[in-house]
């Protein structure tokens, strides 16, 4: 996150207990990886804290090198895979189901090539005034491409997805990353994964609701086998 060590810790914990909140709020097993996705941003903003920390400590180096690895494996590596794959999961639409496993397959070789440059290029973390800035020496001729199919991958699935409210998420994940996009260009990984993690919050309120209108239901479908019951 942004600003401070303290907002990053503090806004990685509060993130972090709506995400263990809201995974008590999963009735199908094909929500769980949805449900899961404001914990790990919690875990990431943490992350990020104590990268704060310990970036003007030189005798904490290997720290820094598994704290921004692991950052940047949860920014890079896992968000490209992990959102198309949680709201295919919950899809029950077979036209909007095919068009997830497109996007899903994007985002598994994004996340693969990811996973290369992490292993084979240099990372160093940098201090900049309110913001921290990842520094890599990645291919700078695949950085715009890899950075457009990172969107293609990470919002769309949101619009495309048939579960009530996703598209809300997905509006405010698109303006967010406009947002970051124009006014903080330099620090666009560590500023719109904080947009982001704040934004998480609403998969809460989705399957909430969702939780909500299953046990309606449940108990409209309790009332029509009692009454055919009671005829019989």
Not at 9 to 15: K, R, S
Not at 153 to 172: D, Q
Request: aromatic share 16%; with cysteine.
């Amino acid at each position: 996150m942004c600003f401070s060590a303290g907002a990053s810790f503090t806004g990685g914990v509060i993130i972090s207990a709506i995400g263990i909140a809201t995974i008590k709020e999963v009735h199908k097993p094909s929500q769980l990886v949805f449900a899961c996705i404001p914990l790990f941003f919690g875990l990431q903003q943490m992350i990020e804290g104590t990268l704060w920390l310990i970036i003007p400590l030189p005798d904490y180096i290997t720290l820094q090198k598994i704290s921004t690895y692991f950052f940047l494996i949860m920014a890079n590596f896992l968000w490209p895979t992990i959102i198309p794959l949680a709201v295919l999961l919950m899809e029950k639409n077979k036209k909007r189901k095919i068009i997830l496993q497109v996007l899903l397959g994007l985002g598994v070789s994004l996340s693969i090539y990811y996973a290369y440059c992490l292993l084979f290029f240099n990372v160093s973390p940098q201090i900049m005034g309110y913001h921290i800035q990842y520094n890599t020496t990645f291919p700078k001729s695949l950085s715009m491409p890899a950075f457009i199919i990172y969107l293609f991958v990470t919002i769309p699935p949101l619009f495309i997805s048939s579960i009530k409210r996703t598209h809300l998420l997905g509006i405010l994940m698109f303006f967010s990353c406009l947002i970051t996009a124009i006014f903080f260009t330099q620090y666009l990984t560590s500023v719109w994964c904080f947009f982001a993690a704040l934004i998480s919050a609403v998969i809460f309120w989705i399957l909430n609701d969702s939780k909500k209108e299953f046990h309606l239901n449940r108990l409209a479908l309790l009332k029509i086998q009692t009454d055919l019951l009671n005829k019989k």
